[in-house]
């Protein structure tokens, strides 16, 4: 790969992580628990648009072949998508939501931290907006976490169960490989298994508040760097993208 195609893979990555948990997110339009959260969790999913759109569009400008932000959006097949399988998983229960958004939003925070410090002016920027945002997300999705955990007996037992279903999604969260790797060389990328120290540190004192116990690390999952997804993806796209696939001259 030259570094032109890796960087356009970097940020593939970047943003169809958002945009995937994004659309996630707005499943819960009109079925959140309650009206604020309903509100609250629509606001996220609008973020996380906003820097899908940010990282595609930029990803679509390094690639050069005429493909912007809704090209590489709607008109990808499940083989060309690079979000983590975490954020591909069903909605759930309330709690398995929060515990998959609780999570991410633990990474999130730490790499756009990191990437605020990109030797590319362009990513730097993208990510200093997006870590502004993503501190309330972190911040939403904790209270959450210690809410439920150390709520009823019911709330506490579906936090948990949520924890237990989604760990072994998380190796790959901290996961480098080749392009990862040239990135960071590069002063580009962030170096996200270094970042595994302060997540465990954040994520442990959560759960401990939250009298949730932190699960073994006895099985995992990965392939989203390779074009393996899991078929939840497949459900996604189809349902994200018909409209424009149905109708590609359309004008809005």
């Known amino acids: 790969m030259?570094?032109?195609d890796m960087l356009f893979d970097y940020l593939l990555?970047?943003?169809d992580n958002s945009l995937i948990l994004g659309q996630r997110l707005a499943e819960w339009c009109g079925h959140a628990p309650m009206l604020e959260e309903d509100?609250?969790?629509?606001?996220i999913g609008l973020d996380l648009l906003g820097q899908a759109r940010m990282f595609l569009s930029y990803a679509g400008e390094v690639e050069g072949n005429g493909r912007?932000?809704?090209?590489?959006?709607?008109?990808?097949?499940?083989?060309d998508w690079r979000n983590l399988l975490l954020l591909e998983q069903p909605n759930g229960d309330f709690a398995m939501t929060m515990a998959r958004q609780f999570f991410f939003d633990s990474f999130q925070y730490l790499q756009f931290e990191a990437l605020s410090n990109s030797?590319?002016?362009?990513?730097?920027?993208?990510?200093?907006?997006?870590?502004?945002?993503?501190?309330?997300?972190?911040?939403?999705?904790?209270?959450?976490i210690i809410r439920?955990?150390?709520?009823?007996?019911?709330?506490?037992?579906?936090?948990?169960?949520?924890?237990?279903?989604?760990?072994?999604y998380l190796p790959e969260m901290f996961d480098m490989d080749a392009v990862d790797e040239a990135m960071v060389v590069d002063g580009i990328g962030a170096d996200v298994a270094a970042l595994r120290p302060e997540w465990d540190e954040y994520v442990n004192?959560?759960?401990?508040?939250?009298?949730?116990?932190?699960?073994?690390?006895?099985?995992?999952?990965?392939?989203?760097?390779?074009?393996?997804?899991?078929?939840?993806?497949?459900?996604?796209l189809a349902e994200m993208q018909f409209l424009p696939r149905a109708y590609p001259d359309a004008k809005w």
């Open 2 to 4: 030259t570094d032109k």
């Open 68 to 79: 912007d932000e809704d090209r590489l959006a709607y008109f990808r097949d499940t083989k």
């Open 13 to 15: 990555r970047l943003g």
């Open 205 to 236: 004192g959560v759960l401990t508040e939250a009298t949730l116990t932190r699960p073994e690390d006895s099985w995992s999952v990965r392939g989203s760097r390779e074009g393996k997804h899991s078929e939840h993806l497949g459900y996604i």
């Open 119 to 144: 030797t590319d002016e362009r990513l730097a920027g993208i990510a200093a907006k997006s870590l502004k945002e993503t501190t309330y997300h972190r911040r939403h999705s904790t209270d959450w």
């Open 39 to 43: 509100l609250a969790l629509t606001n």
């Open 148 to 168: 439920l955990g150390d709520g009823t007996d019911e709330s506490h037992e579906r936090m948990q169960r949520a924890i237990e279903a989604l760990w072994g």
